[in-house]
């Protein structure tokens, strides 16, 4: 089991930045490709980043070039930079857990909402 736990959500205006945190506990995040999604009400929840075992890294087009996911596995946390931030990014933000080879051990956050707005 692994329990993650969102933290840095905020409202911050257009252009501003904020970092997203996500602590995991229970096992280690070594064997888990780490990822955040983000979903706005009414809409699908979407892929935003998402970093493998070997830091192979992954970004939704919508956010190259802005947003940095990072992970530290001697603390078990993930990390999510987001800058130049547009309305648009406004939405819950949700850290996932997913284990290398059993694609059944899949965790989530409760999520953290994040309002870019004037």
């Known amino acids: 089991q692994v329990q993650l736990v969102e933290s840095g959500g905020d409202l911050v205006q257009p252009g501003g930045s904020l970092r997203l945190s996500c602590a995991a506990s229970?096992?280690?995040?070594?064997?888990?490709?780490m990822g955040w999604y983000r979903q706005a009400p009414g809409e699908q929840r979407a892929l935003v980043a998402s970093?493998?075992?070997?830091?192979?890294?992954t970004y939704a087009d919508s956010v190259k070039g802005r947003f940095t996911i990072s992970r530290d596995n001697a603390k078990g946390t993930v990390y999510l930079q987001m800058n130049s931030l547009k309305p648009e990014d406004t939405a819950v933000y949700y850290c996932?857990?997913?284990?290398?080879?059993?694609?059944?051990?899949?965790?989530w956050g409760r999520g953290t909402q994040v309002t870019v707005s004037s």
């Open positions: 996932n857990a997913k284990h290398a080879l059993v694609e059944s051990m899949n965790y």
């Open positions: 229970g096992n280690r995040i070594n064997i888990y490709t």
């Open positions: 970093i493998s075992l070997n830091g192979r890294i």
